[in-house]
């Protein structure tokens, strides 16, 4: 199956501090699809026919707003339908994906379970997997939840096989008393002040950036920042895949470079290889790091942490003269498939139905609808989110273009050299047009 062409993905919040329209309650029920709730899933409470529903997650931290949103609705759904029972299989984003894996090549997929856009997630359609959506979205106004254009990351010949749980960009986050421990009196604006900033922080004996390589998708996203820049913009992979530009290009050397600058710098935590993803991010919300470039769903969690009041955001800075701040690496969220082979296909669908309708409502409680992919009524200001969440939310109003990322653009087998090429840069220092050698030869590989 051919994917259909990915959109570039405007991100747009309509207007700083609000966020579009009613997604939640006032649903319109499809008549095909038997009594709806208001609520979204259909009304068989009642019902004697026991059901187990495996949901496959990776909201393994009981801190953050997703974990907190996914347990409230798993609880309130099991209360309305007694019959039906939840079991959620809780794992981080890497041991997630590896599971998928396993379980897909003894088809025993799990009913519902995550899946990343695009290229990452068609193996699974091609495979006939993942069961399509098209008849749950038109459930209860599901489907007029969704950004325009959202969806389409996830749809494949015309059917939909995925319901996203956000709609990203990444961004700087910033511990401003660390900064000014460190004397650091702004934010950066260009690569040089930016690992300038790092020297000064690490002079300090202050971790300058978090992250948590044992999963290798961290090091990827900010590289593949570091790589809009020096290319001059977006569209550096599909160039390639059009046979336009090489992995041998000038831009991606310099990518390569200006990565390598920062791991001798000392940016990262030691043994960042050794740490997973959810550890990496807590030593930013603990205080123990200086920076963490993530996407903006980690808004809510930061906002939470003991360092929330203290924490600022800033665009990734250009490189040596080039890139556009108001460019950004574009991330549509992970999200959640339901199973071909589900032996209850339709009560997973009534559930997932209820959770999607439900999710926007519930995040915007959670003060965690920064980034959401589905459009919730509701004023930042006046529900209290932090300036923090505003400020984010007027870097959206900004956005001209971007990049997906890495792995969700190339192929799995030419993403997972390259995870594993940029995981050896942490550990050694690396020839650049070595790197560049190795990527192309992948691709070249894996036409």
């Not at 008849?135 to 749809?155: E, S």
């Not at 009560?347 to 915007?364: A, C, I, M, S």
Request: proline letters at 4%.
């Amino acid at each position: 199956m051919a994917n259909k062409p990915l959109k570039t993905l405007a991100i747009v919040l309509a207007g700083a501090l609000t966020l579009g329209l009613a997604a939640c309650g006032n649903a319109n029920n499809n008549s095909n699809s038997g009594a709806a709730s208001s609520n979204g899933g259909s009304s068989s409470s009642g019902s004697d026919k026991k059901v187990t529903i495996t949901f496959q997650n990776i909201y393994p931290d009981q801190t953050t707003p997703s974990y907190k949103t996914l347990h409230d609705l798993v609880d309130s759904y099991q209360k309305e339908h007694p019959n039906v029972k939840i079991e959620l299989d809780t794992l981080n984003t890497d041991q997630q994906k590896v599971k998928l894996k396993t379980q897909a090549a003894s088809k025993e997929v799990p009913d519902i379970t995550i899946v990343n856009p695009a290229a990452q997630m068609k193996p699974f359609v091609d495979a006939g997997l993942l069961a399509p959506l098209n008849d749950m979205l038109d459930q209860n106004g599901l489907k007029d939840t969704y950004q325009a254009g959202l969806l389409d990351n996830y749809t494949f010949d015309g059917n939909v096989y995925a319901i996203p749980d956000g709609n990203n960009i990444e961004v700087v986050y910033y511990n401003k008393d660390l900064f000014q421990q460190a004397g650091i009196s702004q934010v950066p604006t260009t690569f040089d002040e930016f690992l300038s900033d790092v020297k000064a922080l690490k002079a300090k004996g202050i971790t300058p950036i978090a992250i948590g390589e044992k999963d290798t998708w961290t090091g990827s996203f900010l590289f593949m920042n570091i790589l809009l820049r020096t290319n001059g913009g977006p569209g550096f992979l599909q160039d390639v895949v059009d046979g336009k530009k090489t992995f041998e290009d000038p831009a991606f050397i310099e990518a390569v470079d200006r990565f390598q600058d920062l791991v001798q710098a000392g940016a990262f935590p030691d043994g960042a290889t050794s740490i997973d993803a959810n550890a990496g991010g807590n030593l930013f919300k603990t205080g123990k790091a200086a920076m963490f470039i993530i996407g903006t769903w980690e808004t809510g969690a930061i906002d939470g942490s003991s360092v929330g009041s203290q924490v600022g955001a800033f665009r990734f800075p250009t490189v040596d003269g080039k890139g556009d701040l108001n460019d950004f690496m574009l991330a549509p969220g992970s999200a959640f498939a339901v199973s071909a082979n589900s032996e209850h296909l339709q009560e997973t669908k009534d559930f997932l139905n209820y959770f999607g309708v439900n999710y926007p409502k519930k995040q915007f409680e959670y003060k965690n609808a920064v980034g959401l992919g589905q459009k919730v009524d509701g004023d930042l200001k006046a529900a209290g989110y932090s300036n923090l969440s505003m400020d984010i939310a007027a870097m959206f109003n900004d956005i001209k273009g971007g990049d997906l990322a890495f792995d969700n653009t190339m192929n799995p087998a030419v993403a997972q050299v390259h995870l594993n090429s940029i995981q050896n840069l942490f550990v050694q220092k690396v020839d650049s047009k070595t790197v560049a050698k190795e990527h192309q030869a992948a691709f070249e590989a894996n036409k």
